[in-house]
Each structure stands twice: as structure tokens, then as C-alpha cells.
């Protein structure tokens, strides 16, 4: 498993599909998941650190995580297959450890909610994984709008059917 970190939410044109693009932790892959507008929204609003006047339905999962005492110790992307990525919510509680399958939207939306590691299989990035741009001296650049602008230009060269929505 290789830790990832979120960069942020992107709309690819001209469907507006949204992808949540998280880029590993200690290298340079990108991994894009196309996902769905709820989805976007629920993990754009964390990130752009607003609070809705409701609890949306993973505010409300964490909710029932803490009520419970249930502990979600990591996030896991765990397979690629037929064109749909595949994740783990890895739980720990009362009852011991449980692993639910879930999408990958939704396990990355309660993460970063419950501020859990996310992880991806080497396959995964193997097969769906972008390397990021570098710059003159070779070094990664760091994730900000140079990244982001190099990583528009690939999904511009790609269509949402090329990756399963999460």
C-alpha cells in the first residue's frame, strides 16, 4: 500500500465530470477517480474548509463512527477492475476489526472528514497512475497550480469512460 494524498477536486470538460486527484504521499504519481457531483461537492467543501448547515451523508457516517466508537484507521484503493476502482474502509471497534468495500468517493469524502490515512495498491498506481511534472532540476513540483494546470492537459486528452466513476 503507498499513502496518497489529496490534491484537490478538477472538472473535466466539456462533460463537467469531476475527479478527486490524490498524488502519493513520498513520490511523484497522480491518480485520477472520476466520481460523482455529491461526491465532488462532500469533499470540496472540506477542503475548502465550509461547514454545510446540515450534516451532509458522510458528515452523518462520521457522526455514527464516533457514536459507536467505531474508528476508521485507514483507506484503502484497493483494485482497478473493468474500468471501476475499488476501496476499503478499514474499521476498528468494540466488535474488533471489519473491512467494508465501499467507492472510492465516499471512502475518500468520511477520510478526510475523520482525518484517516488514504492508501492505493501498487497496482492500482501501476495501471492508473500519472507521474507528475518536474521541473528543471528533476524534482517533483510541489502540488500546486503548475501541477494542476500539467494535470488538465492530461484529462483534456482523456474521456471520463477511460476511468470508472468511484
Not at 464516533?66 to 476508521?72: A, C, I, N, Q, T
Not at 482497478?80 to 474499521?91: G, I, M
Not at 471497534?93 to 492508501?119: F, K, M
Amino acid at each position: 500500500m503507498i499513502e496518497m494524498r489529496i490534491v484537490g477536486i478538477q472538472e473535466v470538460l466539456p462533460s463537467s465530470t469531476p475527479v478527486v486527484l490524490l498524488r502519493e504521499a513520498e513520490g511523484e504519481r497522480l491518480l485520477p477517480i472520476f466520481i460523482g457531483m455529491a461526491e465532488a461537492t462532500a469533499i470540496g467543501l472540506v477542503l475548502a474548509g465550509q461547514e454545510p448547515p446540515r450534516p451532509m451523508t458522510h458528515d452523518l457516517i462520521t457522526n455514527l463512527l464516533d457514536s459507536f466508537s467505531v474508528e476508521l484507521k485507514l483507506v484503502h484503493v484497493t483494485e482497478l477492475r473493468d474500468r471501476t476502482f475499488f476501496a476499503e474502509l478499514h474499521l476498528q471497534g468494540s466488535e474488533g476489526d471489519q473491512v467494508l468495500s465501499c467507492r472510492p468517493s465516499d471512502a475518500i469524502a468520511i477520510a478526510i472528514r475523520t482525518e484517516t490515512p488514504i492508501y492505493a495498491s501498487s497496482e492500482v498506481l501501476d495501471e492508473a497512475g500519472y507521474m507528475a511534472p518536474l521541473d528543471e532540476s528533476g524534482q517533483a513540483v510541489p502540488a500546486a497550480e503548475a501541477q494542476v494546470e500539467e494535470f488538465r492537459e492530461f484529462l483534456d486528452s482523456v474521456n471520463p469512460e477511460d476511468f470508472a466513476g468511484g
